[in-house]
Structures are given as C-alpha cells and as structure tokens.
C-alpha cells in the first residue's frame, strides 16, 4: 500500500463516492489523521489507517444501516481494533479501455448509484421508525378513546341514577321532575 490516498484512490479502495468520504471526514475528523482533515484550502490526503477507518464507517453505515451516532459509539469502544477488511481488488481483464466502455453503457455512476443506494437505506430506516412511532401513537389514541368512552358511559349510567324530586315536589318547591 502507499504512504497516502487521494480522495478518489480511498473512494475506489472503499467502494464508495467521493462525496461520502467528505461527509465522513466531519463527522469522524477526531479519528482521522490531521492529512485526511486539512485546514481549508489544504490538500486533502488519507493515511492508510484512515482508509481502514473510512471503510468500517462505510461498512456500519451502508451494510449494517447503522447511524453515525451508533458508529461513533462503536468507535469508543474499540470496534475498529477487531475490524478486518481488505481494499476492493480491481478485476484481473479490467483494462482501461474495458472499463471506460463499461462505463460508458451505465446510465448512473457507480459512485453515484451507491451514495443514493445509501440514502435510499438511510430513508427506509427512517421510515420504519417513523411507522413504529405512528404505530405507538395510535395504540394510545385507541387506549384513550376506550377510557374516554368507559367515562362517558359511567357519567350517563351516574345521570340516569339520579333521584328526581315527584312532580308534586317540583309544584311547590321547583326543581327537575321525574320522567
């Protein structure tokens, strides 16, 4: 391996977009070594341990579905010590002329297609979790509208009980008669 990886060298190694590794760079940049986060206007340069740490958040976040709050967790604890991973080998008949006529018959980047298929899982994964939250909510409107209606019957039941005074009552001394 090199000593450093440009932006698209870590991008093609990860199997990811170069967009992606740009949003990782802030959201990791305390892992990362002080070459993989310049000061602005800096070149940008991964270290061969910051491609290691950009693929296990790659992995975690786009195979697991795991959120960057998880990821970070991971890191804490160490996770990244027992990751193993191994560079995306480059098929053995891929030549340039090869792969520019491939890419040339795609209609979407394969970078692209990933970083969207990485969107579209985060979306599902919130969308799930907004159905479970929607779920929650209506149980406790049925278990509401249950008691509100327990009480409503209790209410009539107690109204209906009420003793009403007779109608010779009501004559002399005013009040509701009986009916």
């Given at each position: 391996m090199k000593d450093y990886y440009s932006t698209k060298e870590a991008a093609e190694l990860i199997g990811a977009s170069k967009q992606i590794l740009r949003a990782y760079t802030g959201t990791y940049?305390?892992?990362?070594?002080?070459?993989?986060?310049?000061?602005?206007g800096g070149v940008r340069r991964f270290t061969e341990?910051?491609?290691r740490l950009l693929a296990f958040v790659y992995q975690k976040t786009t195979g697991e579905n795991l959120t960057h709050e998880a990821v970070l967790e991971q890191l804490a604890e160490g996770a990244l010590e027992q990751f193993t991973w191994q560079p995306e080998q480059p098929e053995p008949e891929s030549t340039p002329e090869s792969q520019q006529s491939a890419e040339a018959g795609m209609l979407v980047p394969v970078a692209q297609y990933r970083a969207a298929e990485a969107l579209l899982r985060d979306a599902q994964r919130r969308?799930?979790?907004a159905q479970e939250r929607e779920q929650a909510l209506q149980e406790k409107i049925n278990l509401l509208e249950r008691e509100l209606g327990q009480a409503?019957?209790?209410l009539s039941a107690t109204l209906a009980n009420q003793r009403r005074a007779p109608a010779w009552w009501v004559a002399l001394f005013g009040g509701k008669q009986d009916g």
């Open positions: 940049a305390r892992y990362l070594s002080t070459e993989a986060t310049p000061e602005p341990a910051d491609v969308e799930s979790d409503q019957g209790e």
